[in-house]
């Protein structure tokens, strides 16, 4: 198995987990604080990565390697938890998963632009027409644009954002390490507005909320990185980065399951006409720089 073909593997997996993070942050939210559950599931993840750390005998950061995990952590440890979990606050997460979809394609543009890489205009095709399908599953729905869309709006350039700098740096550092050490870093401003944040608004929340909030505490923000870091290193960022075309067909399954929001035939169709999106830009040239 090549090198790229082992990312796609691996980012499926990852995908996969964070398909759940939006049915399982509505469930938190619903109850908690959505800042809390934002910043807390980061305390709580970034102190499951001393432990981590420690057994990977991970060396120190050095030099850029700082200002990439500074990055990292704005986008994917701060961002994208922040705006997403507001925005569970007030729509479906069948909702957020649709505008979310064009998450791929903002991942492939920070790659290109950051990095060097250079799709071809073969993946750019497919980029757009899978980004396109998304957008027309959203209209189709009858759903117009909502205040909580300018918020997921907003973590889909924070994950962007965070998704290609932690894919670059997983290439020399690892992704274990790359996702441990942006939690690490973020965690002495996290920690004292997470304690501020329990003691204004309160913790008490049923087994249900506290499920959600385990959840994305340690897979969304910890576990699922384990892979999707690696495989956007094996793979590249661009193409791997099309897997994420997949997850908004996995979070309107995880929606229904969990939370009993509508699931339909017309979602499963859309979501074949996706996979073979995939498919042909799994095939289109791209070239990577070294990092």
Not at 5 to 16: I, P, Q, Y
Not at 54 to 76: I, S, Y
Request: charged share 10%; net charge positive; aromatic share 12%.
């Amino acid at each position: 198995m090549t090198d790229e073909s082992k990312g796609m593997w691996l980012g499926l997996a990852g995908v996969a987990i964070f398909s759940l993070t939006l049915p399982f942050t509505r469930m938190a939210v619903a109850e908690l604080n959505p800042v809390l559950v934002a910043f807390g599931r980061a305390v709580v993840a970034a102190l499951c990565s001393i432990p981590l750390l420690w057994k990977l005998k991970a060396a120190w950061p050095r030099g850029a390697q700082w200002k990439a995990l500074a990055l990292t952590a704005l986008g994917v440890v701060v961002g994208f938890p922040l705006f997403s979990s507001v925005a569970m606050r007030y729509v479906p997460a069948s909702h957020g998963a649709i505008v979310l979809g064009i998450l791929p394609l903002a991942t492939a543009m920070f790659g290109a632009l950051r990095f060097g890489e250079r799709p071809s205009a073969g993946f750019w095709i497919a980029a757009l027409a899978g980004s396109g399908l998304v957008l027309a599953f959203a209209f189709s729905q009858g759903g117009g644009l909502q205040l909580a869309d300018l918020a997921l709006l907003a973590a889909v350039v924070a994950a962007a954002m965070g998704y290609a700098e932690g894919g670059r740096l997983s290439q020399t550092m690892g992704g274990q390490q790359v996702i441990a050490w942006a939690l690490l870093l973020s965690l002495p401003v996290l920690l004292p507005i997470t304690v501020w944040l329990g003691w204004r608004y309160g913790v008490s929340a049923s087994p249900k909320a506290w499920l959600g909030f385990a959840y994305v505490s340690l897979f969304s923000m910890f576990i699922g990185f384990f892979f999707w870091y690696k495989g956007l290193a094996l793979g590249g960022i661009a193409r791997v980065g099309q897997v994420q075309l997949l997850q908004p067909f996995m979070t309107l399954l995880g929606a229904a399951l969990l939370l009993g929001e509508t699931l339909v035939t017309s979602n499963m169709l859309f979501a074949l006409a996706v996979l073979v999106v995939v498919g042909f830009g799994r095939k289109t040239a791209i070239r990577r720089q070294p990092a």
